[in-house]
């Protein structure tokens, strides 16, 4: 059993947070940013694998026998150890190169594949997201105080807003005709896109975000945020497992509609 408590984890998430958005802040919009293509035609900047590296050397001074996921370092540690921190260090990195205000980093604990801390941390939003299995979701926005937050209490599909994000991730999955139903069926839909739909979720401002083509790192730090602030979340397909590569964040009332539709639609 780890002698390390969910309050401990959340402690040094929010530490490490807070050392990237220093890294990350000093690089956003400065007309000398480095930005190259990954093997997977994606854009990275020096600024993602810088955060990366300084949330690194933070876990790993203090939880040496972590395992550790980034999207840009990929796995470190390899021990038996059930407990992995995955972190994503700029998560819509494509706007971060464009100026766009809307990108965060995050960071999570899981332990067996299962996220129990999550960070979310939007600087240049001035806000930031946090939550640990059994104590509540929180916000924090510029200098004002933590404030707790709930999901919306929309039960139906007709009043609800729904953002799925990036479009082409659903047409390219085959997914046009449950994306149709499903947005057909709600009050209004938008593509809010990256960690904030999520968030949005989780404050109740928004009442779905899904998307398909995701890493365990797009979603891991999500969950618990939006399950401690009263939600659900799940694959597209509703199985409880981040490595499905797909997302699917609700106020918990709607997510078993939403789920049969993206299962009969298509
Ligand atoms: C992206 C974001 C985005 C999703 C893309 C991801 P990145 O992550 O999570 O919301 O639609 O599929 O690649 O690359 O900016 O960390
Ligand atoms: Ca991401
Ligand atoms: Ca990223």
């Not at 890493?215 to 969950?223: E, G, R």
Request: charged share 20%; net charge negative; glycine share 10%.
């Amino acid at each position: 059993m780890s002698v390390f408590s969910p309050g401990d984890d959340l402690s040094l998430a929010l530490a490490a947070a807070a050392d990237a958005d220093l890294v990350s802040m000093a690089r956003f919009r400065q007309a000398d940013l480095h930005i190259t293509t990954k093997p997977d035609r994606t854009p990275v900047t020096d600024a993602d694998r810088a955060v990366e590296d300084t949330i690194r050397a933070k876990i790993r001074a203090a939880r040496p026998d972590d395992n550790i996921l980034g999207e840009e370092r990929g796995h470190s540690g390899g021990t038996e150890s059930s407990r992995e921190w995955v972190i994503d260090p700029i998560d819509g990195t494509a706007g971060f190169l464009r100026g766009l205000p809307i990108w965060a980093t995050m960071i999570a604990l899981t332990v067996d594949g299962i996220p129990q801390v999550g960070v979310v941390s939007a600087p240049a939003l001035r806000q930031r997201w946090w939550a640990a299995a059994g104590q509540g979701a929180w916000t924090r926005r510029a200098a004002g105080p933590p404030e707790k937050i709930h999901v919306s209490g929309v039960s139906a599909l007709e009043d609800a807003v729904v953002s799925y994000n990036n479009l082409p991730g659903w047409l390219d999955a085959g997914h046009h005709a449950s994306l149709m139903e499903l947005v057909g069926r709600c009050w209004r839909a938008r593509a809010v896109g990256d960690f904030w739909a999520y968030m949005l979720v989780a404050e109740g401002q928004l009442d779905i975000a899904g998307e398909w083509d995701l890493q365990p790192y797009d979603i891991a730090a999500l969950w618990p945020i939006v399950t401690e602030a009263g939600g659900a979340f799940s694959a597209l397909t509703g199985e409880h497992d981040i490595s499905l590569g797909s997302a699917l964040a609700t106020n918990s009332l709607l997510h078993d509609e939403v789920v049969a539709i993206i299962r009969g639609g298509d």
